[in-house]
């Protein structure tokens, strides 16, 4: 064995534990019956047990399971799409429902097919939940919706309470990981999304070990917050099968913390950092912890004005 497939071994802090209690099930089931898709399942993540079987969480993937771009780390299927389904909405609505839940995420396949890239949908989305779960926060994790401003603001007018859009990876690797998107639209998808809302928190993930530099990932840091991106999650990078991307490196936990810090230090009101951080890992959390900030800096202006 080589020293490149011994370094590549995937370490022990990778191991993930299964939880198939009665919640991971009886959320299976309801995801089946209520014909919904998760990204959960969808792109195989590794927390899927801890989700589903202990918080009860889940990311709802709306406008089917087909996406149209075919990013090199991504495991949802790619092609062209032919589901709209505009009872999907209340069919979600339902489902936070009886889930009882106190935070949702949304999220959705890129439809470039789309003229709108499905903001409508989207936005409907956000609207049914908030009808039938008007205490439930509610975070959408759009695609760049093909970088148009106005498609942006169909979404934005329906008011989520997070807005989250992944930069994914940095800048020089973005061309070779994700397919059509572009570093600078996203980091401009973000800026607009604050910009019209003020008052709504925004969101970026980056995934590490396809071969960036720790100069890189601090330049991301930089770049989200100079686009005034408030919350970052940061998580390592998981070939999902042997036709994508290889894993250049495994980052240990040590690391991670290590870059928890730096984006603390850098002003981001939360970070997620671990080797299984996803986008939506305790969003619940940080949705918390983005309400907390906001009440803190109003506190700090009143007493400035006094």
């Known amino acids: 064995m080589s020293n490149r497939d011994e370094i590549l071994r995937k370490p022990e802090w990778l191991k993930i534990k299964l939880n198939t209690n009665e919640s991971y099930t009886g959320l299976k089931k309801l995801m089946r019956e209520k014909n919904l898709h998760t990204v959960c399942e969808e792109a195989r993540c590794p927390n899927i047990h801890e989700c589903w079987g202990a918080r009860r969480t889940a990311t709802f993937m709306i406008l089917g399971s087909v996406c ?10 790619t092609g062209l799409p032919t589901e709209l389904d505009w009872q999907e909405p209340e069919r979600v609505a339902d ?11 949304v999220t959705a396949v890129a439809r470039d ?22 205490f439930t926060t509610i975070e959408v994790l759009p695609s760049d919706m093909g970088g148009k401003e106005e498609n942006l603001r169909i979404l934005m007018d329906a008011k989520p309470d997070i807005l989250n859009h992944n930069i994914e990876t ?15 639209r996203s980091l401009e998808f973000l800026r607009r999304a604050k910009e019209m809302q003020p008052d709504v928190p925004t969101k970026s993930s980056l995934m ?18 100079a686009n005034h991106v408030d919350i970052m999650t940061i998580g390592q990078y998981l070939q999902p099968t042997k036709n994508h991307l290889k894993v250049i490196k495994y980052y240990s936990p040590e690391e991670f913390n290590e870059l928890k810090q730096i984006a603390l230090e850098k002003g981001f ?16 959390e940080q949705v918390n912890a983005a309400a907390k900030q906001k009440q803190l800096l109003g506190e700090s202006t009143v007493q400035e004005a006094q």
């Open 68 to 77: 149209t771009r075919a990013c090199r780390f991504c495991a949802v299927k």
């Open 95 to 105: 489902s936070v429902q009886i889930m009882n839940l106190k935070h949702v995420v």
């Open 113 to 134: 097919d789309l003229k709108d890239g499905g903001a409508a949908i989207f936005a409907e989305t956000v609207r049914a939940i908030r009808r039938k779960n008007p």
């Open 170 to 184: 940095t800048r020089r690797l973005t061309p070779r990981v994700r397919a059509r998107a572009k570093y600078d």
């Open 208 to 225: 590490i070990g396809l071969g960036e530099t720790k100069e890189e990932i601090l330049e991301v840091m930089d770049d989200l917050r």
């Open 269 to 284: 009101s939360h970070c997620e950092a671990g080797p299984l951080v996803r986008s939506s890992y305790h969003a619940d």
